[in-house]
T-cell receptor
Framework: GESVGLHLPTLSVQEGDNSIINCAYS??????FIWYKQESGKGPQFIID?????DKRQGQRVTVLLNKTVKHLSLQIAATQPGDSAVYFC???????????FGKGTTLSVSS | NAGVTQTPKFQVLKTGQSMTLQCAQD?????MSWYRQDPGMGLRLIHY???????DQGEVPNGYNVSRSTTEDFPLRLLSAAPSQTSVYFC?????????????FGPGTRLTVL
């Protein structure tokens, strides 16, 4: 079946660095792509989404880039803080809006 | 608003026992869903509902039943628990379907089946 995956299971950065988390997807028909943050013992928390007709979208300290040519999605976090330490998942939404397909996640560790 | 709430937070079952995981939302969302998360994995969709009285299967529906009698509640039933159902279960809701809408997740229920 179709799947969404992340390139690296872990990423360690220093406080203040910029972080880049990558994701490869396989379903070119997906209309939306979403990034979630999951802290230990909690449910996924929405960070940012991007529609397939966009290349870039910016939020507060975060930017999502979408490259449809190579089916690649990335999340950039500016000035990473210890509170950003968590597992980050990318997900794609089917066209009916009824299902999210998640990747396996990248654990971001921020040291001060 | 309390958002999406789930009970219990933790549960231990023996193989063959049955139980119901509760999920409720107070945002008047039409769409609700259940996911399971196994260690080191992303979430996988079990069942979903696009409104009261309407349910459908997701990627991993076997061993689980759902019903949607009200807009607010979407319980997940395990009829005969198996060790393979040991997982963390998340309920989510969104305003509607037809296209993507932001999904809000509950805090999860950690289930262990012995």
């Amino acid at each position: 079946g179709e799947s969404v995956g992340l390139h690296l299971p872990t990423l360690s950065v220093q406080e203040g660095d910029n972080s880049i988390i990558n994701c490869a997807y396989s379903n070119s028909a997906s209309d939306y792509f979403i990034w979630y943050k999951q802290e230990s013992g909690k449910g996924p928390q929405f960070i940012i989404d991007i529609r397939s007709n966009m290349d870039k979208r910016q939020g507060q300290r975060v930017t999502v880039l979408l490259n449809k040519t190579v089916k690649h999605l990335s999340l950039q976090i500016a000035a990473t803080q210890p509170g950003d330490s968590a597992v980050y998942f990318c997900a794609e939404c089917n066209q009916a809006g009824t299902a999210l397909i998640f990747g396996k996640g990248t654990t971001l560790s921020v040291s001060s | 608003n309390a958002g999406v709430t789930q009970t219990p937070k933790f549960q231990v079952l023996k193989t063959g026992q049955s139980m119901t995981l509760q999920c409720a939302q107070d945002m008047n969302h039409e769409y609700m869903s259940w996911y399971r998360q196994d260690p080191g994995m992303g979430l996988r969709l079990i069942h979903y509902s696009v409104g009261a009285g309407i349910t459908d299967q997701g990627e991993v529906p076997n061993g689980y039943n759902v019903s949607r009698s009200t807009t607010e509640d979407f319980p997940l039933r395990l009829l005969s628990a198996a060790p393979s159902q040991t997982s963390v279960y998340f309920c989510a809701s969104s305003i509607g379907t037809g296209t993507y809408n932001e999904q809000f997740f509950g805090p999860g229920t950690r289930l262990t089946v012995l």
